[in-house]
């Protein structure tokens, strides 16, 4: 079974602050996809990144970078210079992949709720 | 905006009751995919379609149903309410079933009452 972990339940820090988002997650399967949402208090859930499996190189939009180490089943979120408008819950989320019957099928860790302080 | 639609926003009902709440994908996607939010739950993936199938299914209950129509709508019916079943509904589409990005609705807030 698959599982995602985001230990930290709540996090909050001034504004300005770097800040990191951990996740770790366990699958068997070697194809995979991990996410990373955003939850505002408006309550839509926004898509921030896609990671596939096979794919280890590091990505940085812009304030927002994401480190994806297979070899600890981690996928951290880290916000470079947080603001007030990062203040949100956001979501790890593994999905399986490939042509198995479970292809698509999400779970997502509990979430971690930041709040970012003027 | 992501351009999938639910409709109603909000739904408020009684214990027993049964409701049906409704999802229209983005333009070209052929995937939906249900979840429910609840507080005690989080965020739990139901059931998804393709293209008119099932594709595959989580955590959904027996009183719980769904369906994908051939203009690639989709329908969340859930009956026989319990309290326990309030909860934010979303529903999330993507081109294909496992590869590609899923794009969330603005959900449906069911209350049982």
């Known amino acids: 079974a698959q599982k995602v972990t985001q230990a930290q339940t709540e996090i909050s820090v001034v504004e300005k602050e770097d800040v990191t988002l951990d996740c770790v997650y366990e699958?068997?399967?070697?194809?995979?996809?991990l996410f990373w949402y955003k939850q505002p208090p408006s309550g839509e859930l926004v898509f921030l990144i896609r990671?596939?499996?096979?794919?280890?190189q590091n990505e940085i939009s812009g304030r927002y970078s994401w480190n994806f180490q297979k070899s600890t089943s981690s996928f951290n979120f880290t916000i470079t210079a947080s603001q007030v408008v990062d203040s949100a819950v956001y979501f790890c989320a593994l999905s399986e992949a490939g042509y198995n019957t479970n292809a698509g099928k999400s779970t997502f860790g509990d979430g971690t709720t930041l709040t970012v302080k003027p | 905006d992501s351009g999938v639609t639910q409709t109603p926003k909000h739904l408020i009902t009684a214990t027993g009751q049964r409701v049906t709440l409704r999802c229209s994908p983005r333009s070209g996607d052929l995937s939906v995919y249900w979840y429910q939010q609840s507080l005690d739950q989080g965020l739990q993936f139901l059931i998804q379609?393709?293209?008119?199938?099932?594709?595959a299914k989580g955590n959904i209950l027996e009183r719980f149903s769904a369906q994908q129509f051939p203009d690639l709508h989709s329908e969340l019916n859930l009956s026989s309410l319990e309290l326990g079943d309030s909860a934010l509904y979303f529903c999330?589409?993507?081109?294909?079933?496992?590869?590609?990005?899923?794009?969330f609705g603005p959900g449906t807030r069911l209350t049982v009452l």
């Open positions: 699958t068997r399967d070697t194809t995979y996809y």
């Open positions: 990671r596939n499996s096979f794919d280890e």
């Open positions: 999330a589409s993507s081109a294909r079933p496992a590869t590609d990005t899923q794009y």
């Open positions: 379609y393709y293209n008119g199938e099932e594709r």
